[in-house]
């Protein structure tokens, strides 16, 4: 059974469309991946999934429902975990649980139950009574997500659940991700991070301007659309010369921060001497060079012509942002 | 979820949370309580001798008089403070964890309103304790005392919806505060510190149809001369009157909001 469906969905703010007719499914108990820079649609979306915002055409049911039609039963099925953290730095994290057990319907003796079991689970029962105020980001998303628990539902959508977090909190939160996949809920995360993507998903769809450009498990997307590339640090920082060089072997890739250049190749390591030839006799020394395995950023360069960390500039959903 | 005990058990629980919110947060209780009672002590240390004036209607001291007068200004400023709470939510985000969970959108403004009007309570009881306590009378007895703390308690929960339709409407905490100065023009060009006998014109006609003047005197008759239907009636009438329009306006912002995203 899907729990989620999405044809030609679409959101339009004014002249600008946010969201461009995506269509994508979610079988039950997968973990889909969302991918995209920042402005990319990917919030919008969520939103529409998630009730708070109207898409203006297409149709998508959530948990077998209709995301318009029938937006109260989807919003009982679904926890909701948003970009920067919704908590009220007055709470306390007993009393947000609890309050978010009640709005889901729980009765109290239950609300209290769930809030007491949620908060050990995600070992913040020492700071339980402490304000929501003086937590750190970790805290706040591990409590949020916490709330987002509460009725145990069956689809999960979680919007950048770990931007801005240390890698200690981010693998706090992968951990607790893969816990409830493993106990059989559909997780439907956002995320600009290539590597959260990869350890988490299931299927990964990637969104720029508000267009699905590539949708797959991750490696099939990488088999499908990623070459290794060999990954070079000059000396002398010649990075023009040395792309020259390097476009007589093989695809030269969009430069990531000036320094670095990359080179897809067909053949793997056995291209690496042809590269060290062309720079040689370009009188380009090296400091060091590196085989890279295609990575998603491969499948984002192939499928948008940029790097998912240069984050599209412009686009529509920073628009309506701004 | 379905059933109006669900439902006002979610309201309970949405008014409870804005009661802790004001008592956690010292800019939105100050407005409410603090600052009416600093205005009263002056008022009525420095004022006290209006009560002698020609034309000052009866009571038996000033303080008897400016207690509707504090109430109505610590009701106005709650009704204004939940307004800048809700825009908080709004900017923070909060108020997309209510859009998200399966409750009725209209119980997020009830909630609001509910801590609205418990302040509004709150302010009553606080204002005619400090009454008591410094010798003012209250003519009505228990009854009168009961019937303006009604009165307060639903002027606050009318008040807070004008209070919850801009916040809704504009999304902005500053926008809301910015009201702030607006809501004590409209307060002092009623009858809550001055008997309109006293006043001059255009003051005195404004003051005459202002509905805050309605309300003041409901409150006030009550505790400087004993339950009158009359101005009981047009009180009644014109928290009713503001109830509706806050409701309606809360409405249209509301879903003005939810179609906006």
Not at chain 1, 42 to 48: E, N, Q, Y
Request: hydrophobic letters at 50%; proline letters at 5%; a negative charge.
């Amino acid at each position: 059974m899907l729990a989620i469906e999405v044809e030609g969905l679409q959101r339009a703010f004014d002249e600008v469309l946010a969201v461009q007719g995506i269509d994508l499914t979610v079988a039950e108990g997968e973990i889909y991946g969302f991918l995209g820079p920042n402005g990319a649609g990917k919030t919008t979306t969520v939103r529409m999934l998630t009730t708070l915002l109207l898409p203006t055409g297409g149709r998508a049911t959530v948990a077998g429902h209709d995301v318009v039609a029938e937006a109260r039963t989807v919003r009982a099925s679904i926890g909701v975990a948003l970009q920067e953290a919704a908590l009220d730095p007055l709470m306390t994290g007993r009393e947000l649980i609890r309050l978010q057990a009640t709005l889901q319907g729980l009765p109290a003796a239950e609300g209290k139950r769930r809030a007491d079991a949620l908060l050990e689970r995600v070992d913040l029962s020492g700071a339980a009574d402490r304000r929501v105020g003086g937590y750190s980001g970790g805290m706040k998303r591990r409590l949020d997500l916490a709330a987002a628990l509460v009725h145990e539902p069956r689809v999960l959508f979680l919007d950048e659940p770990t931007t801005g977090l240390d890698p200690v909190s981010r693998m706090t939160i992968w951990e607790e991700v893969r816990a409830l996949n493993d106990a059989g809920t559909t997780v439907f995360l956002t995320t600009q991070y290539l590597e959260e993507a990869d350890q988490l998903a299931d299927n990964v769809g990637i969104i720029d301007s508000g267009r699905i450009v590539a949708e797959g498990t991750p490696d099939s997307l990488k088999t499908e659309f990623g070459h290794p590339h060999i990954q070079l640090q000059l000396a002398d920082g010649s990075v023009a010369a040395a792309e020259r060089a390097c476009a007589t072997v093989g695809k030269v890739l969009p430069p990531k921060d000036g320094k670095l250049v990359e080179v897809e190749v067909e053949n793997g390591a056995a291209d690496i001497p042809r590269v060290v030839r062309a720079l040689d006799e370009a009188g380009i020394a090296v400091e060091s060079l590196e085989l890279v395995r295609p990575t998603l950023d491969d499948v984002f360069v192939a499928k948008t012509g940029y790097h998912l960390e240069e984050e599209g500039e412009g686009s529509a959903e920073e628009a309506v942002e701004a | 979820m379905s059933g109006i005990g669900t439902n006002a058990r979610v309201v309970g629980a949405l008014g409870m949370r804005s009661i802790r919110q004001t008592f956690r947060r010292p800019q939105l209780i100050a407005p409410i309580i603090v600052f009416p009672t600093l205005l009263l002590a002056i008022q009525t240390g420095g004022a006290g001798a209006a009560v002698e004036l020609p034309g000052f209607p009866p009571v038996q001291s000033f303080l008897q008089f400016m207690l509707a007068g504090a109430m109505m200004q610590s009701l106005m400023l709650a009704g204004n403070s939940g307004g800048i709470a809700l825009a908080v939510d709004i900017e923070m985000g909060f108020t997309d964890r209510l859009f998200a969970a399966p409750i009725p959108r209209f119980a997020i403004v009830f909630g609001r309103l509910a801590g609205t009007a418990a302040l509004g309570l709150f302010a009553a009881i606080w204002f005619f304790a400090i009454g008591l306590i410094f010798g003012a009378e209250i003519e009505g007895g228990i009854p009168g005392a009961l019937l303006a703390t009604a009165l307060v308690t639903a002027a606050a929960l009318a008040v807070g919806g004008i209070g919850a339709a801009i916040a809704l409407r504009t999304g902005s905490a500053s926008v809301v505060q910015g009201l702030f100065p607006l809501v004590l023009v409209v307060l002092f060009l009623s009858t809550a510190f001055f008997p309109q006998e006293l006043m001059i014109e255009p003051a005195k006609t404004i003051a005459k149809y202002n509905p805050l003047s309605f309300v003041v005197e409901g409150v006030r008759e009550p505790i400087v001369g004993g339950i009158e239907l009359g101005d009981t009636l047009a009180a009644v009438a014109t928290i009713v009157g503001i109830f509706a329009l806050g409701l309606l306006l809360s409405g249209r912002a509301l879903r003005h909001r939810l179609r906006a995203g």
